[in-house]
């Protein structure tokens, strides 16, 4: 019983906790079951979702706690220090608040990648430093720096309810891997009371539901074969490393958008709204398209607090292009510290610009048109799909092998493919076929879920687990985005 207690209360660095643990669902429906009595009064459930929010991230990512607390501390105490200044004294605090946020995640995230690169161009010997990073530093960051940013251009009034700030920051279902959430859409729903209705639960848990299938039936299987090709390039038939390649497509899109789904879930269940943050991206018909459908809560931060302040369209046409392509490089560099991660996000930068360009220069004459639509579409996602490589292999030397052998003529024949993985090839086709589904449906399909009778959900959440058990590796499978 005592080591069972410690293995539920400490950390575990071999075991993190994660949402698709079976340990966090029982951890979750305890902490429901408690908050449903607590709810209707602000400060218990602000105390209560806080302590747990902090367990969690503790359960996550160790003493690193430790470090969150510090952070958000520092930054709390400046923006209201900056809150009651003007002039060059409010710039001031805002200053310290970027140096403090970005010069944390710069040393756990960055230390060694700046290191590397110094010793390359001074020949010196490199050897890294001993620097663990800390789960979800990348998306709190960007929290903190929105928050104390949105004071400093008097968006929001600077909060005076430390518990409610530090609640904002911590609050567990977005803590580790997004949405990156708003103080000026979150902050306002801790001031009035929290209303939970039974639909708004349910549709909650068709989400938690929707997302946990992505994650660890698809994305998880899928990830199996995968990393057979992505670990030995130019070892498997040009068929094969194809699939692999769109493989890679549709498990980082169920993996990190089935980490959101559970999240905004779990956090309508208990009367919050986190937003929206994919909605369909492989079926855009553009790359600016696309970026306004994947991770919508990073691109339009990326947009709002880089963008814009560079200029954004505001100062001629070579600005704007140029302003894309360093946005862009800026957001891939915050997805790693790695040269393949920039050349990810100055690809997409100089294919916005391009986008931009076409845009302007047909003015929207064939934008109406089935096939500009269908080619488009064709274009998209294969520069999109194609980037991915770079995304996921270990180097440049892996992915151009990887796209290479893709047009060597392959001595396995199609149908040999699908007779030796028939289940890969029947996930993905159910992958992309739920994809196709318009946006507009889907609130048919939640209304449907919830108008269902109970034992019809019962069955449906048994089925969902025994998916989960048949297809499941050795170990629970953590999160594609926890890494960033």
């Not at 992505?214 to 899928?222: E, G, S």
Request: charged share 15%; hydrophobic share 50%; with cysteine.
């Amino acid at each position: 019983m005592i080591e069972l207690l410690k293995s539920i209360l400490f950390y575990h660095p071999e075991e993190p906790l994660m949402f698709n643990s079976f340990l966090f669902m029982f951890l979750f429906a305890l902490v429901l079951t408690v908050y449903a009595s607590i709810y209707r009064n602000a400060l218990s459930r602000t105390l209560f979702l806080l302590a747990f929010s902090l367990f969690f991230y503790y359960k996550s990512s160790g003493m690193f706690v430790l470090l969150l607390l510090g952070t958000l501390v520092v930054v709390y105490i400046l923006t209201w220090m900056m809150s009651g200044c003007e002039g060059k004294w409010r710039k001031g605090f805002l200053i310290g608040n970027i140096v403090v946020v970005l010069g944390v995640l710069a040393y756990f995230k960055y230390a060694n990648f700046f290191y590397e690169n110094w010793c390359m161009i001074t020949r010196g010997q490199f050897r890294a430093l001993d620097i663990l990073l800390p789960v979800g530093i990348s998306f709190y960051s960007f929290q903190l720096l929105s928050y104390a940013i949105d004071v400093y251009r008097k968006e929001i009034d600077h909060e005076k309810n430390f518990l409610n700030y530090a609640f904002y920051i911590t609050f567990f279902p977005q803590l580790v891997a997004g949405p990156i959430v708003r103080a000026k859409n979150f902050l306002p729903q801790l001031r009035k009371p929290v209303r939970i209705r039974k639909d708004e639960i349910e549709k909650g848990a068709f989400l938690v539901m929707q997302g946990l299938f992505k994650k660890a039936v698809i994305a998880d299987y899928l990830a199996q074969y995968n990393d057979l090709v992505f670990g030995n390039p130019g070892g498997y038939s040009g068929c094969a490393t194809l699939f692999a390649i769109y493989g890679y497509a549709i498990q980082i899109y169920c993996d990190f958008s089935g980490y959101t789904d559970m999240a905004i879930g779990m956090g309508k269940m208990m009367g919050f709204d986190l937003g929206v943050n994919f909605n369909k991206p492989y079926q855009s018909t553009s790359l600016t398209d696309f970026w306004r459908r994947w991770h919508i809560s990073l691109s339009s931060w990326l947009r709002d607090y880089l963008y814009i302040p560079l200029g954004g369209n505001r100062k001629g046409k070579i600005r704007t292009y140029v302003n894309l392509f360093l946005t862009m490089l800026i957001g891939g560099l915050w997805h790693g510290a790695n040269w393949k991660f920039v050349f990810w996000g100055g690809m997409h930068g100089a294919g916005l610009a391009v986008d931009k360009i076409w845009r302007k220069k047909t003015n929207g004459r064939y934008e109406g048109k089935w096939y500009f639509k269908v080619l488009g579409w064709f274009i998209t996602i294969h520069f999109v799909v194609l980037l991915w490589v770079f995304f996921r292999a270990d180097s440049f030397a892996t992915a151009l092998t990887m796209i290479g052998h893709v047009f060597v003529p392959s001595e396995v024949p199609l149908h040999a493919f699908l007779d030796a993985r028939p289940l890969f090839v029947t996930l993905l086709a159910v992958s992309v076929a739920i994809h196709a589904i318009p946006s507009s449906q889907f609130p048919k399909v939640e209304n449907w879920y919830v108008n269902t009778p109970f034992w019809v959900k019962a069955i449906g959440f048994i089925l969902l687990i025994q998916l989960c058990l048949q297809l499941q590796s050795a170990e629970v499978q953590p999160f594609i985005y926890f890494q960033f």
